[in-house]
T-cell receptor, first 109, second 113 residues
């Protein structure tokens, strides 16, 4: 089973780029890496998903090295509204879904 | 388009009782996932249903069970409630077993006294 490890918390300032890394040393061949954002009292919201190399969408980028044992979520120019908990999810269809413990990002003015 | 809905919003039960939580997926989604989020902890995967069948299960005892109905809505049952079952129970749905983009409901807050 792929176990994920993330930093418990991170601080940043408005306008900065934030990079959150997730370690998943035992990732399986069929596993994808997905990141979610969660605000208090709400369900998580999908941010981005990738399998290898780099994926970019309108809100974030996801960097995955060739060995796929880690991944980095990059949030460009964060704002106060990006203060949330970010989860790394590793899993594949019909496989176990392993969520990391989440990284609490605090964006300061 | 309506999102994932869950009921009830809050549920208070006594230790030893049974709790039933309900989830309606987004129209067109056939997969439903259940997660437990205890206070201060991350999301723990409970169950995955697709096309009416249980497809996968997390590391939870058998007293956590559920089912998926022909209209793809789902029910989570927790028997013989224990104090540590107090948590936010989240339901998510997706198209046909895709692990990636799951859409989450607002959750049901279960309190066991």
């Amino acid at each position: 089973l792929a176990k994920t490890t993330q930093p418990i918390s991170m601080d940043s300032y408005e306008g900065q780029e934030v990079n959150i890394t997730c370690s998943h040393n035992n990732i399986a061949t069929n596993d994808y890496i997905t990141w979610y954002q969660q605000f208090p009292s709400q369900g998580p919201r999908f941010i981005i998903q990738g399998y290898k190399t780099k994926v970019t969408n309108e809100v974030a980028s996801l960097f995955i090295p060739a060995d796929r044992k880690s991944s980095t979520l990059s949030l460009p120019r964060v704002s106060l509204s990006d203060t949330a908990v970010y989860y790394c999810l590793v899993g594949a269809p019909k496989g176990k879904l392993i969520f990391g413990q989440g990284t609490t990002l605090q964006v300061k003015p | 388009e309506a999102g994932v809905t869950q009921s009830p919003t809050h549920l208070i039960k006594t230790r030893g009782q049974q709790a039933t939580l309900r989830c309606s997926p987004i129209s067109g989604h056939t997969s439903v996932y259940w997660y437990q989020q205890a206070l201060g902890l991350g999301l723990q995967f409970l169950l995955w249903y697709d096309e009416g069948e249980e497809r996968n299960r997390g590391n939870f005892p058998p007293r956590f069970s559920g089912r998926q109905f022909p209209n793809y809505s789902s029910e989570l049952n927790v028997n013989a409630l224990e104090l540590e079952d107090s948590a936010l129970y989240l339901c998510a749905s997706s198209f046909g077993g895709q692990v990636g983009e799951q859409y989450f409901g607002p959750g049901t807050r279960l309190t066991v006294t």
